[in-house]
RNA sequence: GCCGCUGUGGUGAAAUGGUAAACACAGCAGACUUAAAAUCUGCUGGGAUAACAUCCCUUGUCGGUUCGAGUCCGACCAGCGGCACCA
């Protein structure tokens, strides 16, 4: 026998052909609004992967996870009578590109395409259902054209007093100077200490260091000074924590943004510093604890302390600030166990009682949370507790603990002690009180304080977007929108300089853009284009924006709505999902009235490791572009899911070091694509971390070829396949009915769940009772396999055209993707009898069947007249007996 | 340290508060075969027992609520993930 006959169904023969067949047919084109084959009366699915970056290792098991769920609810959705959108597409800007360009010398450019090329076609050989006609790749000039023009876009806007982004020219006419403008600027130039990668050659933001390392990569990072863009997202901390509340997102990844944004309520409050024209204003969660203050500390790099600092002291400061800056973060970090500080020879003067109090510089206050500046409270701080024990300062209580509890290091909410006029005043009154009494007598007042930075928005790199920016006499200013895309210049060497000069400084040519005028030289982070890439599906081809006004509409509200105006959506409310003036239209089922949901995306798969990151960014430009009236909803994405990762079949995470890796390419030639996504879907829940395992392979595999079975034969001599015999025009018998349609109904609404294990789980009974049959329905295996094309999209489509050839009448005509998914029938479940369970205390006992319609008495009467049941009552009569009609008899003794 | 998630057979896992272990993997036995592979059938949580009869135990541990708990509540333990001197 041949390679080809010994496998067990030949889908290395069908799955290329149903590819080529759908990519030649265009089977999954979707339309858009205004398009000769768009249906209006349909309701619509945006459903999105997290885009891969087309690397040169190609794909891993751990890409058509997640990619194959959104297949699975892309089809379903498509047979439920949805317009779906589902498109995929390639996030190429980044350093592994740029590096292995400087490794070989080859343009990134090239290896870019070459990798998309890669990946493109391993994932039509998944036969994954997306609408290639609108791939995007943000590599693209015709995208990143966008990107620019969204930067641009956030350059030119400020936020208002409500906290909304507004266009800048509103500031201009309020006659403010450009300095003003450019500090309120939502994109603004910051001289400022950054994360400095030598290895890298850039600069990274905060959430691309990880413990004082590189995310990528893991190389040392230092701090240094140095001048560049940043974009404001702070100012929108506080709409990023609330919005948040509306999506229906896993509730972990929306504490991880919490966290990350941190939120925390306190007050500021000012101190005189003795004997000096100098006052430091500390942040603090504890106003409530300011009669506990006995020392100060300010941040080593603090600018007031060269100010405040005695002479006699200068030495030691000096020497001090020395040893901390030459810690990395790391170190700072790693060494975090032991205090170390200096005092200053300086006192401030605590506002509520006048005592001086020392001030210190030490490395356990940052400069860049709060103030840079603290008021320690040793009593009731853990931290401060550690430093007063260490160098000798006083502790003073304030906070009277719950009794048994020692209040030196307790740091939990009490009563008020030796606190003056707070004294006796639970924590949370005293807080409120002494707040009062700061901000009555200007000294402090209540302020909410964030974790989370600005965004560092530049990278000196070259694989990356240029900014649309030129700087003139010492001022930057964007260029005209008729200039994008900005390309960036042809470089023969696009290495780091080894310095914080960005590569492009290397293309003296392009850089002048002017007689007086030269263009910025840092480039876009690699997150700059997954930041709004979903838009562009809904219209990826459009040349005139960024994405179409009603392409936009549709496909992130379901409007069609021809008399409304983007700027509308500046009436909303942030925050209140429920008074959205994108009114729905009338041609849709009343179904999608409901309240309109913040979000646009309907579901969004991907991994957890953007929970911070990309999540965040994309969040953040999308309600810059909500505010300026650019796109219709608040949020981007409704729903999001985190897929699980899957582990080496050693149960370690997959390396190469590891030698565990799972190539899909292999699973597909040695099993077939249906197989593997089959199986990374049976594997265990989406969101679960499973190992792999290749037997669990040839288990879907081989259940695969029992369906394949029920409509195939194989002949004994030559391995050629044929129809069944067994397969007959006939009505499925009772049983046979009652499976499948408990199959419909269960997959159905698996698939709503994501719960395709257990979907899978069904089908596999279900194929299971018809191998069981002598003779096989036709008419019902067809139904079967519209079930099972989401899942094996291939297979099902090929024995689909096999019965077809015999019984015309009983196949799906066309695609089985373009049929309607099946309607179960509810009296096809219901069995005429049903097993009951007697028992006693708690304990089963007996189990009976019974007819489907008997009563409850008749249960009862037949529970008690069981002979085992009474065996275990041992003659005591029945406290009491529940029924659960249809299930079972609890009797009491 | 703080926050979150997860603990069920040899393994991946199922179970609207109602028969724990569906479905699959591995294993064992049998059928087919000269043989193997493939396929098909059956068995397969632990213990007691001559027993395929029957009984007891079993969802990390300990308690609670309930006629009834893997599921709800409380405390604890372990593993994984995130944050981490955040004032």
Redesign the pocket.
């Known amino acids: 026998m041949s390679e080809q006959q010994r496998k ?1 169904f030949p889908f290395s023969e069908f799955e290329p052909k149903w590819q080529d067949e759908w990519e030649a047919k265009k089977a999954f084109h979707t339309p858009n609004p205004g398009e000769a084959d768009f249906d209006a009366t349909k309701p619509k699915y945006f459903v999105l992967d997290m885009f891969p970056y087309p690397s040169g290792a190609g794909l891993h098991v751990g890409h058509p996870e997640g990619y194959t769920a959104t297949d699975i609810i892309g089809r379903f959705k498509k047979m439920s009578g949805f317009n779906v959108l589902h498109p995929m597409g390639w996030d190429a800007f980044g350093l592994p590109a740029e590096q292995y360009a400087i490794k070989t010398g080859q343009h990134p450019r090239i290896t870019t395409e070459q990798n998309i090329e890669g990946f493109r076609g391993q994932l039509k050989r998944l036969g994954f259902a997306y609408d290639w006609d609108r791939e995007v790749n943000t590599t693209d000039p015709g995208y990143f054209k966008w990107t620019q023009w969204i930067f641009l876009k956030l350059y030119n806007a400020y936020v208002n007093e409500e906290g909304k982004a507004r266009p800048i020219s509103e500031l201009e006419a309020q006659g403010l100077s450009r300095a003003e403008i450019d500090s309120r600027r939502l994109a603004y130039i910051s001289e400022a200490p950054v994360n400095w990668c030598p290895e890298l050659g850039t600069v990274l933001a905060n959430e691309e260091v ?2 004082g390392k590189s995310e990528v990569g893991g190389f040392a990072v230092e701090r240094r000074p140095m001048r560049q863009w940043m974009l404001r997202i702070t100012a929108f901390a506080q709409r990023l924590i609330d919005e948040l509340d509306g999506l229906d997102w896993p ?2 990844i929306r ?2 943004q919490r ?2 944004i ?1 939120r ?1 309520e ?1 007050a500021h409050v000012t101190f005189q510093v003795a004997h000096a024209d100098a006052e430091i204003t ?5 106003p409530d604890t300011l009669f506990g203050a006995t020392y100060m500390v300010i ?1 080593p790099e603090h600018s007031l302390v060269d100010q405040i600092a005695a002479p006699e002291q200068a030495a030691a400061i000096a020497a001090y600030r020395r040893v901390v800056g030459s810690k990395s973060d790391l170190e ?2 790693e ?2 166990k032991e ?2 500080g200096v005092f200053t020879g300086a006192y401030a003067i605590n506002p509520v009682n006048n005592e001086q109090i020392p001030i210190w510089i030490a ?13 320690a ?1 040793p009593a009731h ?4 507790f ?1 430093f007063a024990t260490k160098f000798d300062l006083p502790v003073k209580q304030v906070v009277q603990p719950p009794a048994g509890k020692e209040w030196q290091g307790y740091t939990d909410d009490g009563i008020a002690i030796n606190s003056g006029f707070l004294d006796g005043l639970p924590t949370a009154e005293a807080k409120k009180k002494i707040a009062a009494w700061l901000e009555e007598k200007g000294l402090g007042k209540g302020t909410t ?1 964030f ?1 989370l930075r600005d965004w560092l928005f530049s990278r000196q790199r070259y694989w990356g977007e240029p900014f649309p920016i030129v700087w003139e006499d010492g001022h930057h200013h964007g260029i005209p929108e008729s200039e994008l895309p900005l390309l960036p210049p042809t470089l023969e060497d696009f290495r780091p300089t080894g310095t914080p000069e960005p590569p492009l400084s290397k293309a003296t040519d392009w850089v002048c853009y002017s007689d007086s005028a030269t263009r910025e030289l840092n480039t876009m982070p690699q997150w700059a284009g997954s930041c709004w890439y979903y838009l562009r599906y809904c219209d990826a081809q459009n040349s005139d924006r960024f994405v179409g006004i009603e392409a936009e509409r549709y496909w992130m509200t379901g409007s069609l709505g021809d008399n409304q105006t983007i700027g509308q959506s500046d009436n909303q409310t942030i925050g209140q999902g429920d008074n959205q003036t994108v009114s729905l239209s009338p041609h849709l089922p009343v179904s999608l009235s409901s309240p309109p949901k913040p979000g646009g995306v309907d579901l969004y798969v991907g991994g ?1 490791e953007h929970a ?1 990151l990309h999540l965040l960014y994309a969040r953040f430009w999308h309600k810059v572009l909500f505010d300026l009236g650019y796109v219709s909803t608040p949020e981007p994405f409704q729903r999001l899911v985190n897929q699980g990762l899957i582990m080496g079949e050693d149960g370690q995470k997959m390396s190469k070091s590891r030698g565990n890796v799972v190539n899909p390419d292999d699973v597909v030639k040695e099993y077939g694509a249906d197989a593997l996504r089959l199986y990374e879907m ?4 989406l969101e ?4 792999w ?1 290749m ?2 392979v ?3 595999y ?2 695969l ?2 369906v394949w ?1 029920l409509v195939m034969v194989q002949h004994e001599e030559n391995g050629v396949w044929s129809l069944s015999p067994a397969l007959q025009d006939v009505p499925a018998n009772k049983q046979l009915t009652k499976a499948l349609h408990e199959t419909i109904k269960k997959c159905g609404e698996d698939i709503e769940k994501l ?1 395709f ?2 979907a ?2 069904q089908m ?2 279900c194929t ?1 009772a018809f ?2 049959a002598e003779i096989k329905p036709a008419s019902a295996i067809v139904t079967f396999l519209k079930v099972l094309s989401p899942f094996a999209p291939h297979l099902a489509e090929e024995l689909n055209t096999r019965i077809a050839s015999q019984f015309p009448d009983l196949a799906v005509k066309g695609f089985l993707s373009d049929s309607i998914w099946p309607t179960y029938d509810p009296a096809a479940l219901i069995e005429d009898e049903v ?1 009951v ?1 007697f ?1 006693v ?5 007996d ?1 009976v069947r019974v007819p489907i319609a008997a009563s409850k008495e008749e249960i009862e009467a037949l529970a008690l007249a069981s002979t ?1 049941v009474q065996e ?1 009552m041992e003659g005591k009569p029945a406290k ?1 007996v ?1 029924v ?1 009609p249809g ?2 008899v ?1 009797i ?1 003794v």
């Open positions: 067990a990880v413990d509730e972990s504490l991880l966290n990350w941190g925390s306190g500390v942040f603090t969660t504890r941040a700072r970090t060494l975090a205090k170390t490395d356990y206050v940052m400069m860049g949370y709060g103030t840079g500046a603290i008021m409270v701080d853990t931290r401060d550690e304080n974790k957890t911070v049976f594997m265990g829940p679960q971390v499973k190992p395992s037997k669990g040839e288990g879907v081989r259940f070829a029992r079975r719960s294990n257990t899978i789980s596999m009974v299971n191998t069981g097993e369970v028992q205390n708690g304990k089963l006992r189990k085992r275990f009491k529940i659960v299930k079972l609890n009491v």
